[in-house]
């Protein structure tokens, strides 16, 4: 009895490394017991009450860790706050390439964490800073964007399908994005059509308020920002939307120690399949915020275009050349994120001589 006593507690008292994998509507978590080969496995819904579940089961020597991604900053934050154990959001990108290099058997992410978080020293972890609280309130801020300036294109289309269904020409999408051609369009709907067309005015109207009132919020929060802000602007490429979205996620880039790193983070670094002696690069991870890529892809383009972007049009025409538009302008995209690390890191504007040659 004494033995089985002594047993349990022996086993309570073990550090448990807990590796989680989220999705959208649930999460996987994989348990290891520390110096043993105990695993335990369970999953919870992406919910309010699913999170407070799976908190309230940790203990404070417990050892957490998660890849990137708003979901798992959330999550991070809500274990720091009740439970005070150790948490680690881990670089994805990086957690990836190093999968890929050591041939990992497990085909379960979230065991793969925990085994990874139990073998590896703290120092070595590739971690990623957490967000400030602000930083958190731009990420959802940028969401929204996202989710009204979605609902407007949609209403536009819808628009636009009416106008043409009933035979009235002549207004492309792009003209029906100026209010005046939109009341000019409906005066030429049949009037049986006119409240509906009516009502889909006024929509594509609500969701323009709400998008003028997201962004002159956006102003005054770089303006708070106004170094970090002026830095990015200097790129080509780069406009007062895509600032936000890079402070939003990136912050003043101080939390990651290299340039490689921010692309790790980003999701830009290729995929690499090892094979005894020969490695090979497949397309990027995509690990890591998708709206970062999103806007920095937007932003290569844009710089296409600019008379500042010499040494960015020189790299696009180097990759265009072997392996076409779509990997060339993805590059150009990694090369301007990494440049923009570069010129936070040194408080130096694009302009500085040298400073694209030196990233």
Known sequence: MVNLTTKILNMAEQKRFIGVDL????????????????????????????????????????????????????????????????VYVLNAGKLHIIFRSLKKR????????AKFIQRMPEEELPTVAMPSDEEMAMRSTVAEQMRLDRSRTRSLNALYNLLWNNGVSGIGRTELKKEKNREKAISKLPEVYKDQGRRLVQLIDMYEQYLNEIEENQKEVLQEREEETTISLSMPGIGPKIAFVLQSYLGNMERFNSRRQIGYFAGFTPRVDSSGDRERYGSITKKGPKRVRQVMVQAAWAAMQSNQGTVLKEVYKRIRSTKGKKKAIVAVARKMLEILYVMHTRKELYSAPGLADHS
Do not use: P, W
């Open 106 to 113: 497990d085909k379960e992410d979230a065991l793969r964490i």
């Open 23 to 86: 999705s959208k509507r649930s999460f996987e978590v994989a348990m290891v017991n520390d110096n043993t080969s105990q695993i335990t496995r369970k999953k919870y819904k992406a919910t309010t009450e699913g999170r407070q579940e799976f908190v309230a089961s940790l203990r404070e020597d417990d050892v957490v860790a998660m890849e990137t991604g708003n979901s798992s900053f959330v999550l991070a934050k809500l274990i720091q706050k009740y439970v005070h154990c150790k």
